[in-house]
């Protein structure tokens, strides 16, 4: 059975920086796609960063320049490391990963397997 789970949330001032992991079990992962969404209050999941096992990574406009995602596929764990945190980047985030082709360059579509999310909150 797939799990993900999530850790590293927490409150921080803007300006500020947090490193949100999540380590994988159930399976191996080398070939997945791994990713982070998030989800304000009111408002409706949205698309963070996501890293191919090819190495491609892709962000959100949003967040380009501020976040870094990574991953160690040693470890089955994927890193979203996030710089210049501002306020409209608290949300609960969430980490899910899904089967890949190899060479892909598509991140869209469902993804299988989720984490419980883990709480960022940024303090104006």
């Known amino acids: 059975q797939v799990q993900l789970v999530e850790s590293g949330g927490g409150m921080v001032q803007a300006g500020g920086s947090l490193r949100l992991s999540c380590a994988a079990s159930?399976?191996?992962?080398?070939?997945?796609?791994m990713g982070w969404f998030r989800q304000a209050p009111g408002k409706e999941r949205e698309f963070v960063s996501a890293?191919?096992?090819?190495?491609?990574?892709y962000y959100a406009d949003s967040v380009k320049g501020r976040f870094t995602i990574s991953r160690d596929n040693a470890k089955n764990t994927v890193y979203l490391q996030m710089n210049s945190l501002k306020a409209e980047d608290t949300a609960v985030y969430y980490c899910?990963?899904?089967?890949?082709?190899?060479?892909?360059?598509?991140?869209?579509?469902?993804?299988?397997?989720w984490g419980q999310g883990t709480q960022v909150t940024v303090s104006s």
């Open positions: 159930g399976r191996t992962f080398s070939r997945y796609a």
């Open positions: 899910a990963v899904k089967p890949v082709p190899y060479g892909t360059t598509s991140y869209g579509g469902p993804w299988d397997y």
């Open positions: 890293i191919l096992w090819s190495g491609n990574t």
